[in-house]
């Protein structure tokens, strides 16, 4: 090789540090990428067609060569980190939605409870039967000496109120439930992906969730808080005694 000639790894790791400058846009590296293969295009020898040895322009079809490849290469680099950015803003996103939802929750089910809890006060003190999944029966006593059409219509009444607000509360919670379930990935088994990628990510995000473990009352959505707060302990475990 002649002086100052330069080597062609080192060549292509200069292409490679001038296409993968800021400035340089995806449009020039494409359209420098086109200009490169249509150049390659012109000099490829037809069949039947004269080729002199060592082919047209030999050292300008060497760094045509090297152009394209570097130029191939940081594109498929640009568009590696595109779809590493769009997955961690999905990922972001998906926390984001799952948490809004459970902290949603939270704010809106004293206000449920606050409703239920009245209206089976009211039920109770007038002497009837309030069950937990808000029906509303008579008892004995109401119907000594009672005008047992106008305590059936009362009945009727409360039950209607009772059974509505507590579906209402279980909405709340089932709908949540479900939601924080798709926006994770939470699965049968296993840590949930989303978990697992937030935590490779570097990002904990355990304590909203432990927040939200403390302040649910006994709920499929309380379960769920606390197995999320498990698996992301398992998941931090899992990262830190990955090798290196």
């Known amino acids: 090789m002649s002086d100052g000639e330069v080597e062609p790894a080192e060549a292509h790791e200069q292409y490679l540090r001038a296409f993968r400058h800021s400035a340089v846009s995806r449009d020039q590296l494409r359209d420098l990428l086109d200009a490169v293969n249509g150049f390659l295009d012109t000099i490829t020898p037809k069949e039947g067609e004269y080729v002199p040895s060592g082919g047209w322009a030999p050292e300008s079809t060497a760094m045509a060569f090297q152009i394209g490849r570097a130029v191939e290469q940081v594109l498929s680099e640009r568009e ?50 309030v069950f937990d999944d808000g029906s509303v029966r008579t008892t004995t006593a109401q119907e000594v000496d009672a005008d047992l059409g106008a305590l059936e219509a009362r009945r009727i009444e409360l039950d209607e109120q009772m059974t509505a607000a507590v579906s209402q509360r279980n909405d709340l919670i089932d709908d949540t439930s479900d939601l924080v379930r798709e926006r994770l990935g939470v699965a049968d088994v296993g840590i949930p992906w989303v978990i697992l990628a937030a935590t490779r990510g570097g990002l904990d995000v ?39």
Request: hydrophobic letters at 45%; a negative charge.
């Open 80 to 129: 590696d980190a595109e779809r590493e950015l769009v997955r961690r803003r999905d990922i972001r996103d998906r926390l984001v939605a799952a948490l809004d939802a459970v902290l949603d929750c939270l704010r809106t089910l004293p206000e449920l409870a606050d409703a239920e809890v009245s209206l089976g006060t009211t039920a109770v003190n007038e002497g009837f039967q």
């Open 206 to 244: 355990s304590e909203p969730f432990e927040f939200a473990a403390h302040h649910l009352p006994d709920c499929e959505l309380r379960d769920l808080m606390v197995q999320l707060v498990t698996d992301i302990e398992l998941a931090r475990s899992l990262e830190d005694g990955a090798p290196e």
